[in-house]
Protein backbone atom coordinates (compact mmCIF):
# COMPACT_ATOMS: atom_id res chain seq x y z
CA UNK A 1 0.00 0.00 0.00
CA UNK A 2 1.60 3.37 -1.04
CA UNK A 3 1.24 5.51 1.68
CA UNK A 4 2.66 9.38 1.93
CA UNK A 5 3.41 11.25 5.36
CA UNK A 6 4.30 14.75 5.63
CA UNK A 7 6.29 15.96 8.36
CA UNK A 8 7.82 19.65 9.40
CA UNK A 9 4.58 22.07 9.40
CA UNK A 10 4.59 24.84 11.59
CA UNK A 11 4.10 28.47 13.03
CA UNK A 12 7.02 30.51 11.58
CA UNK A 13 7.65 34.35 11.15
CA UNK A 14 8.03 35.94 7.51
CA UNK A 15 11.69 35.61 6.64
CA UNK A 16 11.89 32.18 8.20
CA UNK A 17 12.36 29.21 7.13
CA UNK A 18 10.87 25.36 7.53
CA UNK A 19 11.63 21.83 5.99
CA UNK A 20 8.90 19.99 5.02
CA UNK A 21 9.41 16.35 4.78
CA UNK A 22 7.35 13.60 2.90
CA UNK A 23 8.44 10.24 4.07
CA UNK A 24 7.12 7.63 1.54
CA UNK A 25 6.47 4.04 1.55
CA UNK A 26 4.97 0.90 -0.32
CA UNK A 27 7.09 1.92 -3.17
CA UNK A 28 10.76 3.02 -4.09
CA UNK A 29 11.79 6.27 -5.69
CA UNK A 30 13.15 4.90 -8.44
CA UNK A 31 9.97 5.31 -11.21
CA UNK A 32 7.77 8.30 -9.95
CA UNK A 33 7.56 12.19 -9.63
CA UNK A 34 6.52 13.35 -6.12
CA UNK A 35 4.73 16.75 -6.10
CA UNK A 36 4.58 19.06 -3.23
CA UNK A 37 0.90 20.64 -3.18
CA UNK A 38 -0.66 23.58 -1.26
CA UNK A 39 -4.34 25.14 -0.40
CA UNK A 40 -5.07 28.04 1.31
CA UNK A 41 -8.45 28.72 2.62
CA UNK A 42 -11.00 29.77 0.59
CA UNK A 43 -8.33 28.56 -2.54
CA UNK A 44 -7.59 25.80 -5.37
CA UNK A 45 -4.76 23.64 -4.49
CA UNK A 46 -1.99 24.27 -6.75
CA UNK A 47 1.88 22.86 -7.29
CA UNK A 48 4.53 24.13 -5.76
CA UNK A 49 7.04 21.89 -6.63
CA UNK A 50 7.73 18.47 -7.90
CA UNK A 51 10.53 16.36 -8.46
CA UNK A 52 11.67 13.53 -10.98
CA UNK A 53 13.16 10.21 -9.68
CA UNK A 54 14.02 8.93 -13.36
CA UNK A 55 16.61 12.14 -13.72
CA UNK A 56 16.36 14.31 -10.65
CA UNK A 57 14.65 17.24 -12.85
CA UNK A 58 12.83 19.44 -10.76
CA UNK A 59 10.16 22.46 -11.08
CA UNK A 60 9.67 25.47 -8.85
CA UNK A 61 6.28 27.36 -9.21
CA UNK A 62 7.16 31.28 -10.05
CA UNK A 63 6.02 31.92 -6.37
CA UNK A 64 8.44 30.02 -4.98
CA UNK A 65 11.40 30.14 -7.24
CA UNK A 66 14.59 31.01 -5.82
CA UNK A 67 13.23 30.44 -2.03
CA UNK A 68 12.42 26.70 -2.01
CA UNK A 69 14.10 23.71 -2.78
CA UNK A 70 13.12 20.52 -3.11
CA UNK A 71 14.89 17.08 -3.01
CA UNK A 72 15.29 13.51 -2.36
CA UNK A 73 16.70 10.75 -0.48
CA UNK A 74 16.19 8.11 -2.21
CA UNK A 75 17.51 5.17 0.32
CA UNK A 76 15.41 7.15 3.17
CA UNK A 77 12.81 7.06 0.53
CA UNK A 78 12.32 10.55 1.56
CA UNK A 79 11.48 13.74 -0.34
CA UNK A 80 12.43 16.91 1.73
CA UNK A 81 10.86 20.87 0.90
CA UNK A 82 13.46 23.42 2.26
CA UNK A 83 11.09 26.72 2.46
CA UNK A 84 13.23 29.89 3.01
CA UNK A 85 12.25 33.55 3.44
CA UNK A 86 8.64 32.43 3.76
CA UNK A 87 6.35 35.38 3.27
CA UNK A 88 2.31 35.18 4.70
CA UNK A 89 1.19 34.81 1.23
CA UNK A 90 2.77 30.84 1.81
CA UNK A 91 0.35 29.91 4.69
CA UNK A 92 -1.40 26.74 3.62
CA UNK A 93 -1.81 23.30 4.07
CA UNK A 94 1.00 21.05 1.99
CA UNK A 95 0.96 18.07 0.91
CA UNK A 96 2.95 15.53 -0.79
CA UNK A 97 1.68 13.02 -3.66
CA UNK A 98 3.21 10.55 -5.88
CA UNK A 99 3.01 10.04 -9.72
CA UNK A 100 3.63 6.58 -11.69
CA UNK A 101 3.18 8.36 -14.77
CA UNK A 102 4.22 10.92 -16.75
CA UNK A 103 3.29 14.60 -15.88
CA UNK A 104 2.81 18.20 -16.89
CA UNK A 105 4.20 20.54 -15.49
CA UNK A 106 3.05 22.83 -13.87
CA UNK A 107 1.91 19.87 -11.99
CA UNK A 108 -1.50 18.50 -12.58
CA UNK A 109 -3.33 17.11 -9.46
CA UNK A 110 -5.28 14.31 -11.78
CA UNK A 111 -1.66 13.24 -12.59
CA UNK A 112 -1.23 12.35 -8.35
CA UNK A 113 -3.18 9.23 -7.30
CA UNK A 114 -1.19 9.13 -3.93
CA UNK A 115 -2.10 11.85 -1.24
CA UNK A 116 -0.18 12.47 1.99
CA UNK A 117 -2.59 14.24 4.97
CA UNK A 118 -0.81 17.31 4.67
CA UNK A 119 0.93 19.67 7.27
CA UNK A 120 0.02 22.80 8.18
CA UNK A 121 2.33 25.97 7.36
CA UNK A 122 1.39 29.27 8.77
CA UNK A 123 3.80 32.32 8.30
CA UNK A 124 3.35 35.51 10.48
CA UNK A 125 3.79 38.65 9.19
Known amino acids: EVQLVESGGGLVQ???SLRLSCA???FTFD???IGWFRQAPGKEREGVSCISSFDGSTYYADSVKGRFTISSDNA???VYLQMNS???EDTAV???A???RPIVTPPDLVDFGSWG???QVTVSS
Do not use: D, I, R
Request: aromatic share 16%; net charge positive.
Open 98 to 100: ASF
Open 24 to 26: ASG
Open 117 to 119: QGT
Open 76 to 78: KNT
Open 31 to 33: ENF
Open 94 to 96: YYC
Open 86 to 88: LKP
Open 14 to 16: AGG
